[in-house]
């Protein structure tokens, strides 16, 4: 693929290439390619169990194939040493579905904690960090109050700062509006694309909300559940009307949104 290519050559960004993914015996997806460049928001989209957070574990670190290639600024994820991986795992910020804040801590120890463990800043450097961070996404000030004290889609922002505590390259978002209101995603949504422009990072979510997926996604690639390959591959505002495939025309137009969206609304 010409878009591999020239990315490799340009060692910047992430590029999966001919990624296998299994579980034992049983095959989840394979042949798996596709390029997500920097200042970029790149989706990963499909019916449940396609395999979806699959793929994002693999490309986090947290599973292995034995085939395949996943390489970040040129760099190969799966052949380095431990301390270039642990490195390289640096780089990668992470937003869990469930946030995974830390309910005993309030939300500037939750957000200064990644500096603590992976840096040399003092404490003062780590306060003015949290602020910053904090300020970034919209909860300046807040860091005296517990996780259980804030909104579902404040509790989204907290994680998202702490995802960026060490200043990563990358992004990882897993189903970011899962259970947030239209409203709040909405600002959800508008938060990461500011991220991504501000921070020039390379963003990867897996979502099925389609306003989500309509609003941020520059890029996509849509798993298929049934030939275990992706079958789609572009801007989903193309694919609602061009897509070859049905099942994925389908996907993306199962709502009034997507109605608009192929009608030319925007
Ligand atoms: N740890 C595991 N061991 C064995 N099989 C697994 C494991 N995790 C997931 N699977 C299977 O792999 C397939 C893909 O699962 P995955 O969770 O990646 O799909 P998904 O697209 O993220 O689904 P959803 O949208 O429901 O979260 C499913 O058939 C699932 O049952």
Known sequence: MAELD???SLDEGIVVRDLRLAYGDTL?????????PRASIFVIMGVSGCGKSTLLRHMIDLEQSDQGDI???????WTRDAAERAALQRRIGVL???TALWS???IGENVGLPMQLHTRLSAAEIRDQVAFKLAL???AGQEKRMPSELSGGMQKRAGLARAIALDP???FLDEPSAGLDPITSQRLDALIMNLRDALQLSVVAVTHELPSIFTIADDSIYLDNESRRAIAHGNPRDLVRHAEHARVRAFLNRSSVASEVAAGAS
């Open 6 to 8: 020239k990315a490799q």
């Open 28 to 36: 989840v997806q394979q042949e798996l390619s596709f390029y997500v």
């Open 71 to 77: 390489r970040f600024d040129g760099q190969r994820l």
């Open 96 to 98: 869990f579905q469930s």
């Open 104 to 106: 005993s801590m309030n």
């Open 137 to 139: 996404v919209g909860l």
């Open 169 to 171: 390259d990358y992004l």
